[in-house]
Each structure stands twice: as structure tokens, then as C-alpha cells.
């Protein structure tokens, strides 16, 4: 049984790549040292309860001039837990650092680990790797052929699209920043003061959702950033810069809540085409397919529901700000924000790596948005 491979994720922590990886001096050593995926393909059955699979991957490197050295060739695990029956075919992706650029022939097989009740892996059959949701995505099945490595940013594994994170988030804050232009220049608002408040809101937006990465993922830096650490962030930021440009902060703030929201519609997307955040793997039919950066399966699209929960925010303070009058200075933007935290507590459950693991501090924060909200929505409708 051969493997499909590609390169990798540039945002995955080579530290978690297994025993093939290479120590680096500094995150550019990282990013440009060149490493191989391989990739395996399986039939996880259709009935009977989850269950743990382990795939061992072995490699060499073809056209080796004189001994081989330890760095020619690997033999590296993947374990997949859970491996859900019905979700049609699965990929199991390994990176391999700390070997020597050229070609390789990589092999992979599924092996039976100490203690664990034996299940049969079969490979899946050529021609049903999937092609949805985007067409534009090319997953081959397993496949027979000598292997490349790459640099990591060049590299590709089944089910994502290096770039797409970036470059959606980046379409998402520059379609919030230019409907925020519009809705205040209709209410006779200095556009180019507005436009120096929303810059500085977004860098300390990203700052905050940097950080807020940074701690809950213990130490990683450059994998991503987090989405509940952006927008208070920004929310503050824009708060503090409209207060010192001397400008009308309820009436700037009301018309950010759908710029921000409609924003985060846009680029939430991105993280279901890189391979974060994604949900549980699941049986259900309206399951969609999609990667975690490692294992391909059907999934629990929490992405794509938190982009129609931002898009449902976004619509209806837009329809708030350009049809209610008067408005209860920046209820919009704290109702807002409430609501998408309210709905995040409900997504986060249902993600594969939920970040708030105890129910009390989950309970919590359904408890306080639920309380601004409802009080938000209370003082709007007394103005």
C-alpha cells in the first residue's frame, strides 16, 4: 500500500510531528526547510462504534549517492482517535522533518497496537477520495509513485488550500472597513478619521486574537489566531481611538457591529479551507468532508455555521442601523457581540478540539452574554 503525499500546512507545529522531525533555530528555519507528507487513505466501515487506528509510514530516499545516513530514511506513526464508521473514505496525513531533500518511496500500512481490539483498515478504492464541498479541491486517492519533498509553504495535504485562511480573513477585514466607510459617510461622518480608527481597531484585533492563541495553546506563535480574542479586542481599540479623534463613538460603534460581523461572515470560511477549527467527525449525511491539517474525514462544519452565524448578526444590525431610528448609542455593536458569543458557546461543543473544556466556564459566559444581550436589547427598546 503506497501514499499520496503532498507538503504541509505552514501554520502546523513541527514539534508535534513525531520522531522524523528536525530541532530548528528559529521559526524561518521552520517555514524553509523542506519536508515530506505522506498520505493514507482508508475505508472506515459503515457500522459499529469509533474506534482507535494506528497507520506506520515508512520511507527512503531514492538516488542516493554513496551510504545512506540516518536522514535517508523514517518510519513514523500516525494514530487516528476516534475513527467514526459511515463517514465514508478517511485520509491520515504524516509530516516528516529532519530528512534529506530529493525523492522518497513511501510505504504505509495499518498496524495493531498493544491492547487495542483489532479492526481491519482497508484502503479506499481509487476514484472515491472526495471532491465536495469545493470543486476546485483535487484529493487523489492513494496512489503509487516516488515522493518530493517541499518547502512548507509550498506544501499541500488532501482537503486544504495553503493561503486561504489569509487571504479571506484579509477580504473579510477589507469588506468590513470599506461598508463602515459607507454607513457613516451616510450619516455626514468624516470618512478619513473613521478610516484611521478602523486600522488601528484591526491591528489591536489581531494582536488580541494572537495572544489569546498564544495562551490557550500554551506557547505556539505563528499557527493562527482566535477569533474570541479578536473582537473584544477590536471592539475596545476602535472604542478608545474614536474617543481620542473626537468623534461621534455611539454612532461609529453602531455601524461597526454589521461591518465587523459581515467581516467575520468572509472569513470564517478560511479556516474550513485550511484545516482549523474544525468539527467532530460524523455518520450524519449533512456532514461535510474536511481536513484538520492531519486527518480527512466528514465533519461537523463548525466553520461554515459560525460564518452563517456572523452573516445572520451582520444582516440584521445592517438592517437595524440603516431602518431604526433612534438607536441607543453603540447597542448595536455590544448586542452584537453578545449574540455571536451567546452562538459560539453552543458551536464550540461541537468542534473536535473545543478550547473551553470545563462546563462551568462554558456556563458561565452562556450566563453574562445571555444577561447583555437581553439587557442590551431592553435599553433599545425604551430609547
Excluded: H
Excluded at 307 to 325: E, M, N, S, Y
Aim: aromatic letters at 6%.
Amino acid at each position: 500500500m503506497r501514499s499520496a503525499a503532498r507538503g504541509r500546512d505552514a501554520r502546523q507545529d513541527p514539534r508535534a510531528s513525531g520522531a522524523g522531525q528536525a530541532a530548528s533555530t528559529s521559526w524561518v528555519d521552520t517555514v524553509l526547510q523542506e519536508i515530506l507528507t505522506a498520505t493514507f487513505w482508508f475505508d472506515p466501515g459503515t457500522d459499529g462504534e469509533p474506534y482507535a487506528a494506528t497507520v506506520r509510514f515508512r520511507g527512503r530516499r531514492t538516488r542516493v549517492s554513496g551510504k545512506p545516513s540516518a536522514r535517508d530514511s523514517f518510519v513514523q506513526e500516525e494514530t487516528i482517535d476516534p475513527v467514526v464508521p459511515g463517514t465514508g473514505p478517511v485520509s491520515v496525513t504524516t509530516r516528516v522533518y529532519g530528512i534529506n531533500p530529493g525523492k522518497w518511496v513511501v510505504t504505509a500500512e495499518p498496524v495493531a497496537r498493544a491492547g487495542a481490539r483489532p479492526r481491519p483498515l482497508f484502503p479506499a478504492a481509487a476514484g472515491t477520495a472526495p471532491r465536495r464541498p469545493w470543486p476546485w479541491v483535487r484529493v487523489e486517492p492513494t496512489d503509487e509513485r516516488a515522493l518530493q519533498t517541499a518547502i512548507a509553504p509550498l506544501a499541500r495535504v488532501p482537503g486544504v488550500i495553503p493561503g486561504a485562511y489569509s487571504v479571506l480573513v484579509a477580504l473579510g477585514m477589507l469588506f468590513g472597513v470599506l461598508l463602515l466607510l459607507a454607513l457613516v459617510d451616510a450619516e455626514g461622518i468624516a470618512r478619513g478619521p473613521v478610516l484611521g480608527a478602523a486600522v488601528a481597531a484591526l491591528l489591536a484585533g489581531l494582536a488580541g486574537g494572537k495572544t489569546y492563541y498564544i495562551v490557550q495553546q500554551r506557547g505556539k506563535r505563528f499557527e493562527g489566531w482566535c477569533v474570541q480574542g479578536f473582537v473584544p479586542a477590536t471592539a475596545l481599540a476602535g472604542l478608545l481611538a474614536l474617543v481620542l479623534l473626537g468623534l461621534p463613538a455611539g454612532v461609529v460603534l453602531n455601524a461597526a457591529a454589521p461591518a465587523l460581523f459581515l467581516g467575520v461572515a468572509i472569513g470564517r470560511p478560511g479556516c474550513f479551507l485550511a484545516g482549523c477549527c474544525g468539527g467532530r467527525a460524523t455518520s450524519a449525511p449533512w456532514g461535510l468532508w474536511c481536513s484538520d491539517q492531519r486527518v480527512g474525514a466528514r465533519r461537523i462544519p463548525t466553520q461554515l455555521v459560525e460564518a452563517l452565524l456572523g452573516l445572520a448578526i451582520g444582516v440584521t444590525t445592517l438592517v437595524l442601523f440603516t431602518q431604526v431610528r433612534p438607536l441607543l448609542p453603540g447597542a448595536l455593536l455590544v448586542g452584537a457581540v453578545a449574540a455571536y458569543t451567546l452562538g459560539r458557546q453552543l458551536i464550540l461543543p461541537l468542534r473536535s478540539d473545543p478550547r473551553m473544556r470545563s462546563s462551568t466556564g462554558r456556563t458561565v459566559t452562556v450566563v453574562l452574554a445571555a444577561l447583555v444581550l437581553g439587557i442590551d436589547v431592553l435599553l433599545s427598546t425604551l430609547v
